[in-house]
């Protein structure tokens, strides 16, 4: 194997106990791999596909220069040495019509049409002649991968129902979806780390963590860090683990809740400044990568990130991201990938893919109720298919010959056609699995979930050989097929075992894992998934039950399946008569199951002052009477807190500083603006106080387990206001005096836990109701939700509801609301001055300690100004008019379905990406967030709803005063949205802070 990795590592790095990879260049310490396995997709090995320095994407940016080991960036870089080798590998397009070869990589293949590449290599066929198992969705949609030679043996095709993208990229090595040799994938890993860790050098590389993206990477990422070396792991999860704080989460683009979590046992492993290397499967769009770049950055800065992934797909609209990524946040930002390429859809891809999903699922189905022995693609439950195995989905081509066409020759796996001419009889109906303890060594995670160390990684290799040789003793005599099949996020342990095993025995050893994601299965060697097991979730998970899939395991001759689990995930539903066991041995004579204890890190103890602090109230703090509310905060009046806009937004783009460290300097309104205000005011007083009865009856309706009970706690400030009017409304109509706190919440810090527990030390947590002024995108309901999660979990006290009660839902992220119309709430056109002279709130570790209550400022010198009062009493005064028709909304929405549909997320990840900005975080929807946009941040546009009137005059002022256009828009389902400059320095904006064009 030509240019194979020799960076002359040796002990230390250990693939394995030290084997080398086919071509005896050195991995580890010492021994040759000797199982014979090629790198590719069981067979040849590609070209671009080597594990090997210097070939795919060796790009990078950062600071004003170029990483990645010389090799540049750009589309005209891709496929160069990113180690400095001069490496040219033939690139190409594969399409139905095979591999038709063109120049090199990178020589701007994303603009090459198929017929500018070169001929067809013939027929379906990749190298050699096989079948390239994207060939079948190429042919009926025109689907194109173009890039490296090696792509396709790496990359296969499927699809799936999916809104955004019917066609999925399926790795052959990756050994999620496709049983692959262990040594293969885990090689494939082992050899980016080392080239990570060339790229870094020694000292750099012993400073850095390793990350990888639950379910897909977790194992990739492991064996990255293994190649590395020197570098402890982690791996995001969507398990939450009791007693284990969350240091961090993220959200995939795609979803409004957070799916990936953080949940190192040691809290310091993210926070030292070495370079973080995140790994994924693939690198197309980027968002998800940088978007977790962005959450952690703004937590726990450094000034080097790494990111790897097996291939670099990105568009060419995508290239240039990275490198305005990385001069946005003000660091260096390599990307290191095993080969590279991009994917060309014809238009019209979308609906044609969804059209034929739906095709082979009505044609699955009917052939299920005819008895033929297809199964649906998305059943509701296991159906018998193919010679009457239970739970296998298999879908040959309508009104073709299903066994003609799974049995054809050049099968991307010939083994697995010979066995399909001969299967093996599977167990017995009723066998249990035969189990294997493994003796786990004690104290060794299972996996990266809490972090997994150099040390760990260590007693774990002294370990493997006796777990695997157990495995081996167990295996029936005779078994020539072998798959380990891992868990879902469990890949790292199953893929070391597997790896292990090939040593010990003659038998072909394949790995691959467990998988949430539902995809269409087809029958065809062209097509990528074959073959698909459905069975339930078997691990209590977080999110409620589901079904889970194993692909290509059903029809593929295995004479045994090991089965590797947590022991969190053995449950009576593995055991189940519809469970992953049974769909297995269905399908082979031998089941093998091994559980590997699932980690869980020793719960600290830590003491905590016994009494907190009681709340403050005014005059003494705010300008409120003190029986309207009493806030949990620490007074920082004192302080020396604020900064002017521009540095503000500087350091907190640049990940220099988190929004909640500083306050901005406290706008003063002109003249004319308070008169928009007293205006506003007048108009909408009658509005607000329908909706203060409208959302306070609500609650009183459905959340109070006893007449009076609710205990008022507003989010501080915004909702502070509306709580305050709430319990105003309570007294009015019911003569209730409701207790009615103030607490902290941080986007990205979550709620002030010590203001929880002084709230559960005084009052019965089911009676409180969290309050706030008004929904944007949601990201505070969703920040709540996450926060108590959290809270329950450190300190063992339940019974807060996450639901917030606001006045005004326009995203529809909540059902406690006064109403989801967008329109002017005063109080939102000032700051403190009306909102009882205090700041908004502040977190900064040198001023709140670890048993405070977050940090708040009271502007007593702005006396003179205030309105707090005022707008409470406008608004109250208007309560004995609204009383009708508060009922009758009430009524009306008591008998609703009030679900949120979470409308105003989906438009700002459109308008996020329409207008370029790729960052959720800085599109500010709605009156009020749009207000505070102008107010407090550099202002880069407003976009307002053709037609919107008097909801805006304010935001018009305020935006011809701080020289910020104002563009209407005519589908926008907010009155108005304020977007904040994307790509801000005082040298883009000029020093005043009036946002320019970009």
Not at 4 to 21: K, S
Not at 113 to 121: I, L, Q
Not at 509 to 530: E, F, H, K, M, N
């Amino acid at each position: 194997m030509d240019n194979a990795v020799n960076d002359g590592t040796e002990a230390g790095t250990g693939f394995g106990t030290g084997d080398r990879l086919e071509t005896g260049d050195r991995l580890g310490a010492g021994d040759r791999l000797e199982t014979g396995d090629r790198l590719g997709a069981g067979d040849r090995p590609g070209t671009g596909a080597r594990p090997k320095a210097g070939v795919g994407s060796g790009t990078g940016s950062g600071a004003g220069s170029v990483a990645g080991g010389g090799s540049g960036t750009g589309s005209g870089a891709r496929g160069e040495s990113g180690a400095g080798n001069d490496v040219r590998v033939r690139a190409g397009v594969w399409s139905g019509a095979g591999f038709r070869p063109g120049t090199r990589a990178g020589a701007e293949a994303g603009a090459r049409s198929a017929a500018d590449a070169g001929g067809p290599s013939g027929g379906r066929g990749g190298a050699d002649g096989e079948v390239w198992s994207g060939s079948w969705v190429a042919e009926r949609l025109g689907v194109e991968l173009l890039g490296d030679e090696g792509l396709g043996e790496l990359l296969g095709l499927a699809l799936r129902r999916n809104p955004k993208r019917a066609h999925l990229l399926v790795s052959n090595v990756l050994g999620k979806h496709v049983p692959q040799s262990p040594a293969v994938v885990y090689g494939y890993g082992f050899a980016l780390g080392l080239r990570v860790r060339a790229l870094l050098g020694e000292d750099e590389a012993r400073r850095a963590v390793v990350l990888g993206y639950a379910e897909t990477a977790t194992g990739l990422g492991h064996s990255v860090a293994d190649g590395v070396g020197l570098a402890p792991c982690l791996h995001s999860t969507r398990r939450p683990v009791d007693g284990v704080a969350r240091a961090g989460g993220f959200e995939e683009s795609h979803s409004h809740a957070t799916s990936h979590l953080l949940l190192p046992e040691n809290p310091d492993l993210l926070a030292d400044d070495g370079p973080l290397v995140l790994v994924d499967d693939e690198f197309s769009t980027g968002n998800t990568v940088l978007n977790t770049i962005r959450d952690l950055h703004e937590r726990y800065p450094r000034g080097r990130y790494v990111i790897v992934a097996l291939v670099d797909m990105r568009s060419a609209a995508d290239l240039g991201r990275l490198e305005d990524f990385a001069r946005e946040i003000g660091a260096r930002v390599d990307l290191v990938t095993a080969a590279s390429g991009t994917v060309r859809l014809p238009e019209g891809v979308l609906e044609k893919g969804q059209a034929l999903v739906t095709r082979y699922e009505s044609a699955g189905r009917a052939d299920a109720s005819a008895g033929t022995g297809a199964g649906p693609a998305e059943p509701a439950a296991p159906v018998e298919s193919g010679g009457g195995s239970v739970g296998q989905a298999v879908f040959a081509e309508p009104g073709a010959d299903a066994a003609a066409q799974s049995g054809s020759a050049g099968s991307a796996d010939p083994g697995r056609a010979a066995h399909k001419a001969a299967p093996s009889v599977p167990a017995a109906p009723g066998m249990p699995p035969l189990r294997v303890e493994l003796e786990w060594p004690v104290g060794i995670p299972d996996g990266g979930r809490h972090g997994f160390t150099p040390e760990h990684r260590g007693r774990l290799e002294q370990a493997l050989p006796a777990m695997a040789g157990r495995i081996a003793d167990a295996l029936p005599d005779g078994a020539r097929r072998v798959l380990v099949l891992g868990f879902e996020e469990l890949m790292y342990a199953p893929l070391r075992l597997g790896v292990a095993l090939e040593k010990l025995t003659d038998a072909e050893v394949r790995y691959s894992t467990t998988t949430r994601s539902p995809v269409l299965a087809v029958d065809d060697p062209g097509y990528a998934i074959r073959t698909r097991l459905v069975f339930p979730a078997h691990d209590n998970p977080a999110d409620g039950p589901g079904e889970r899939y194993a692909y290509n395991v059903a029809g593929a001759g295995f004479d045994a399946v090991v089965a590797v689990v947590d022991s969190a995930a053995d449950t009576p539903e593995l055991h189940a008569p519809d469970g992953l066991l049974a769909r297995l041995a269905a399908h082979t004579p031998s089941v093998l199951l091994a559980v590997v204890p699932s980690y869980v890190p020793a719960r600290p103890s830590t003491e905590r002052p016994s009494m907190l602090p009681e709340p403050l109230r005014g005059p003494d703090f705010s300008s409120y009477a003190p029986d309207e509310v009493g806030w949990l905060l620490q007074d920082l009046s004192d302080t020396r807190l604020e900064a002017p806009t521009e540095e503000r937004e500087e350091a907190i783009q640049s990940g220099g500083a988190h929004y909640a460290e500083s306050l901005p300097v406290e706008y003063q309104p002109s003249p004319q603006y308070q008169e928009l205000f007293h205006s506003a005011l007048a108009a909408s007083a009658t509005r607000i106080a329908q909706a203060v009865g409208v959302v306070t009856e609500t609650v009183l309706a459905e959340r109070s387990p006893r007449p009076g009970g609710v205990v008022l706690v507003s989010l501080a400030r915004a909702g502070t206001p509306v709580g305050v009017l709430m319990r105003r409304w309570a007294q009015h109509r019911h003569g209730l005096d409701l207790p009615h706190y103030a607490v902290s919440i941080v986007r990205g810090r979550g709620i002030d836990a010590n203001a929880l527990r002084w709230l559960a030390a005084h009052h019965d947590p089911a009676d409180v109701v969290f309050v706030d002024g008004w929904t944007g995108k949601g990201a505070i309901t969703r920040e709540l939700a996450q926060a108590i999660e959290e809270f329950e979990t450190s300190d063992g006290i339940t019974g807060f509801d996450p639901e917030i009660a606001v006045l005004a839902d326009p995203g529809s992220c909540v059902r406690t609301y006064g109403t989801r119309e967008d329109f002017l709430i005063p109080s939102a056109c000032l700051n403190s001055t009306v909102s009882g002279l205090i700041s908004r709130t502040v977190l900064r570790a040198d001023l709140v300690g670890e048993h405070d209550y977050h940090g708040a400022k009271f502007y007593r010198e702005l006396a003179g100004t205030d309105v707090s009062v005022a707008f409470l009493d406008a608004v109250s005064a208007r309560f004995g008019e609204v009383e009708d028709a508060v009922d009758h909304q009430v009524k009306e929405l008591l008998s609703t379905d009030r679900t949120p549909t979470w409308v105003g997320w989906a438009a700002v990840e459109r308008i996020s990406e329409e207008y370029g900005i790729h960052d959720v975080n800085l599109v500010k929807p709605g009156v009020g967030e749009a207000t505070r946009v102008l107010l407090r941040r550099v202002p880069w546009k407003i976009l307002a709803r053709a037609g919107a009137g008097a909801d805006l005059d304010h935001v018009r002022l305020l935006a011809e005063q701080r020289g910020v256009p104002v563009e209407e828009v005519a589908e926008l389902p907010y009155t108005c949205v304020g977007l904040i400059h994307p790509k801000y320095t005082r040298g883009a904006t000029g020093a005043d802070g009036k946002a320019v064009t970009v």
